[in-house]
């Protein structure tokens, strides 16, 4: 079983839905992270949180620590949207981060 | 302030072949981290070097070798490139380990 896993792993939205991406995780951890890649593009870190919720534009992040599970939400989704979301933790024995598969948004206009 | 810096972007080996791929960081950063990404996969940890001077083996090590020239680079190494390592490479590096990381632009590599 992947310590990371996302749901789900590709989704297509219209321009203006509400989107939200999941991530359950089965290790103990200090911080999540949520990535954005565009195609062919690097990785930018959207957020890290370690309790609640935290906005910024149209995404919001929360995490719930006693289910082991966090939520990203895209209000008013937009085709600049289209990218993939990966979920990471803060829970490798060597500090380094496990990642989630990814999930890939397609937004269309 | 350019952050994470990985050179080349793209590159094509020949099986047998060598080539050391470069990061820098420009944010006084202590860990270092270079991760493989392959189709279905997450990213998976190749080394990591948590200081100046250290480095230690992540989950895909066979094949690879690094060295934290400074703190502000780290290299990674294929000494005999195989087809098995054609894959995007990523670099990342954070103040600490429990702090955001901030990755480079990736580095394409095919090995035929």
């Known amino acids: 079983k992947n310590e990371v896993e996302q749901s789900p792993q590709n989704l297509t939205a219209q321009e203006g839905e509400f989107i939200t991406i999941n991530c359950s995780y089965s290790v103990g951890i200090s911080a999540l992270h949520w990535l954005q890649q565009h195609p062919g593009g690097g990785i930018v870190s959207l957020f890290m949180l370690s309790s609640g919720k935290k906005k910024h534009g149209r995404l919001i992040a929360t995490i719930n620590i006693q289910e082991k599970h966090s939520s990203l939400h895209i209000t008013a989704s937009h085709p600049r949207d289209s990218a993939v979301y990966i979920c990471?933790?803060?829970?490798?024995?060597?500090?380094?981060?496990?990642f989630g598969k990814g999930t890939k948004l397609s937004v269309k206009p | 302030n350019a952050g994470v810096t990985q050179t080349p972007k793209f590159q094509v080996l020949k099986t047998g072949q060598s080539m050391t791929l470069q990061c820098a960081q420009d944010m006084n950063h202590n860990s270092m981290y270079w991760y493989r990404q392959d189709p279905g996969m997450g990213l998976r940890l190749i080394y990591y070097s948590a200081s100046e001077g250290t480095t230690d083996k992540g989950e895909v090590p066979n094949g690879y070798n690094v060295s934290r020239l400074n703190k502000r680079e780290f290299s990674l190494r294929l000494e005999s490139a195989a087809p098995s390592q054609t894959s995007v490479y990523f670099c990342a590096s954070n103040l600490d380990r429990e702090d955001e990381a901030f990755f480079g632009q990736g580095t394409r590599l095919t090995v035929v």
């Open positions: 990471a933790v803060n829970g490798g024995s060597q500090g380094n981060l496990i």
